[in-house]
Every structure is written in C-alpha cells, then in structure tokens.
C-alpha cells in the first residue's frame, strides 16, 4: 500500500530531506567503473542493487557517503558480517568511492509496507518519536520520506526491507552494532523501542516513498 504523508511535525537544530538525493554525488568516485567492480555485489544485493532476500540490504539509491563510511567500517573491523567483512577487505578506497557512487545512481526499490496493521504505530514513531520514551522523531535525521541525509551520512530507509531493518534496530539496541560511533544516536534511541515498536517502524520504512 502507498502511505500517505502526514503532517510534517517541526524539528529544530535537525536538518530535514523532502526530496531525493542530489543529482551530483558527494563522493568522489566513477559510476561506470563501479558498474563493473559491482558484480561480485550482484551475488547478494540483486543485479539493480535490490535484493531478493529480506535479510540483505537493498543499497539501490542508497546514497554515496553512507555506502562508502559502511563498507570503509567492514574494512577496518569496526562493523562486523561474515560476508561484507571480507569483501570489504579487498577493496581499495577508489573502488569503495567507485561502488558507491554506482549503487546511488541506480533507482531505490518501492515495496509495500510489511504489515498494514502497524501503519498507524510505525508512522507515529517516525514522524513524532515517542516523548514518554525519550524516542526521538526518525524523519529528523532520516527525512520525512525516508531518503536520509548524504551530507550527514545519514542513510536511506525508503524501501528498505523490514526483515533488514529490524535486525540493524536490534543490533544498535543490543550494542552488537556501534557505527553510530561517540554520539551513540542509533543505540540510545533503539534502545528504547519496545520489540512492538521495532517491528512497526520497520513495516513502515519498507513502504515510505
């Protein structure tokens, strides 16, 4: 189902995104030649970089910096996966540029939300956070339709698979995951998100377009 946009809540002090990505890519790197070096990315992220298993990333329109700061902490250790850990040690820092601007100028996947049901919950989370909780709006960082914030490498979640999000949710709220770094954003806020409310935000960013 198509969600339709509530309201925008006011924000201070955080930068918003009401659009797509910007045309000219904040990463120095060649889409063509990151064309070619994606075919080994194929395996698990789909030939259009959308993948067919909800437990691997769509990165299709994901933007440049993100994807290049992820697979730059693959590299160093300080992100962990059996599969992208090893990979990633193989790149160089053009080919991580090169792959990045690549998969942000291909066209971002557009889903369903996963469980119609929860639309109402997930979307009052994202759009308003939860001030009982402390749980901070999620359209602050991550952009009223979920197309994140590039210059922040803050990442796109606009048809992201719920399976996926989920788990990165889980992961932040357990500490198994920390690229949020010093400021512990991503941790302090999952954190205080009940297994009911991980599960809404999730269905609902898999359908925000």
């Known amino acids: 189902?198509?969600?339709?946009?509530?309201p925008l809540f006011a924000t201070v002090g955080l930068a918003l995104t009401a659009g797509p990505i910007q045309a000219e890519s904040l990463v120095d790197g060649s889409a063509e030649a990151g064309k070619t070096k994606a075919i080994t990315c194929t395996a698990c992220h789909g030939p259009e970089g959308n993948s067919a298993n909800a437990m691997w990333p769509n990165i299709a329109g994901q933007n440049a910096p993100?994807?290049?700061?992820?697979?730059?902490a693959f590299k160093s250790g300080s992100r962990m996966d059996p599969v992208m850990s090893s990979q990633a040690m193989l790149l160089?820092?053009?080919?991580?540029?090169?792959l990045a601007v690549y998969f942000e100028s291909l066209p971002a996947a557009a889903q369903a939300v996963a469980d119609a049901d929860s639309?109402?919950?997930?979307?009052?989370l994202y759009?308003?956070?939860n001030t009982t909780t402390g749980?901070?709006?999620c359209m602050a960082c991550h952009g009223p339709t979920g197309h994140g914030n590039p210059a922040a490498k803050y990442p796109a979640l606009q048809g992201q698979h719920a399976v996926y999000t989920a788990k990165q949710l889980n992961d932040y709220a357990s500490g198994a995951r920390t690229t949020d770094g010093k400021t512990?954003?991503?941790?302090?806020?999952?954190?205080?998100?009940?297994?009911?409310?991980?599960?809404?935000?999730?269905?609902y960013v898999q359908g925000l377009r």
């Open 1 to 6: 189902m198509k969600i339709k946009l509530a």
């Open 66 to 72: 993100y994807i290049q700061a992820q697979l730059a």
């Open 92 to 98: 160089s820092d053009e080919d991580m540029a090169d």
């Open 119 to 124: 639309v109402s919950r997930g979307e009052a």
């Open 127 to 129: 759009r308003g956070g």
């Open 135 to 137: 749980v901070s709006a």
């Open 184 to 203: 512990r954003i991503m941790r302090d806020i999952a954190g205080r998100l009940s297994k009911e409310d991980i599960a809404a935000l999730s269905s």
